[in-house]
T-cell receptor, first 114, second 112 residues
Framework: NAGVMQNPRHLVRRRGQEARLRCSPM?????VYWYRQLPEEGLKFMVY????????ESGMPKERFSAEFPKEGPSILRIQQVVRGDSAAYFC????????????FGPGTRLTVL | KQEVTQIPAALSVPEGENLVLNCSFT??????LQWFRQDPGKGLTSLLL?????REQTSGRLNASLDKSSGRSTLYIAASQPGDSATYLC???????????FGKGTTLSVSS
């Protein structure tokens, strides 16, 4: 059973461009979470999604950031008009039945904004 | 607002030593608590999950305890090995049961 997959692993964007981060949960998992790890800071929750629904987006910046988890295909975290402060590692996690199950993390996407 | 603190921030020990990592949280209304390991430049590996009704969990050389009323958890590592060198993260599932709140971690270095 393959783990959580994230791509790309490394992404470089110039200020003002768009960044798209993809996450494929573990097989059979229908709960997806996105976290951000800024340099020298801990992991911070961004958003929790189930198929076609956003359940909790309390950690997501109000502007430029959006997330989706369509019926088919991976979950996407989209950052529009990136700024240098968006440079971070973005981790995706998934769980099987409920949000209280163990969350399994992907390897992360490291975004660098020039 | 839930806050998670891990002490110490860094720890260096010789191989074979038993050690304890500490985690504290401010709001005892949690669903569960998870301990993770993170290697440099890598993702997180789940080590142990303790439900709020449980007192401890064990996996191999690892033992995690939970005292919800005092807002504390400890991760005990027996007979440490150089391969245990990593950052250990503690996280509690928030009151809504939707998000993990992480501490900043304890970076462990085990020398041979």
């Amino acid at each position: 059973n393959a783990g959580v997959m994230q791509n790309p692993r490394h992404l470089v964007r110039r200020r003002g461009q768009e960044a798209r981060l993809r996450c494929s949960p573990m097989k059979g998992h229908s709960h997806v979470y996105w976290y951000r790890q800024l340099p020298e800071e801990g992991l911070k929750f961004m958003v929790y999604l189930q198929k076609e629904n956003i359940i909790d987006e309390s950690g997501m910046p109000k502007e430029r950031f959006s997330a989706e988890f369509p019926k088919e295909g991976p979950s996407i975290l989209r950052i529009q008009q990136v700024v240098r402060g968006d440079s971070a590692a973005y981790f995706c996690a998934s769980s099987l039945y409920t949000s209280t199950d163990t969350q399994y993390f992907g390897p992360g996407t490291r975004l660098t904004v020039l | 607002k839930q806050e998670v603190t891990q002490i110490p921030a860094a720890l260096s020990v010789p191989e074979g030593e038993n050690l304890v990592l500490n985690c504290s949280f401010t709001d005892s209304a949690i669903y569960n608590l998870q301990w993770f390991r993170q290697d440099p430049g890598k993702g997180l590996t789940s080590l142990l999950l303790i439900q709020s009704s449980q007192r401890e969990q064990t996996s191999g050389r690892l033992n995690a305890s939970l005292d919800k009323s005092s807002g504390r958890s400890t991760l005990y590592i027996a007979a440490s090995q150089p391969g245990d060198s990593a950052t250990y993260l503690c996280a509690v599932l928030n009151q809504a049961g939707t998000a993990l709140i992480f501490g900043k971690g304890t970076t462990l270095s085990v020398s041979s």
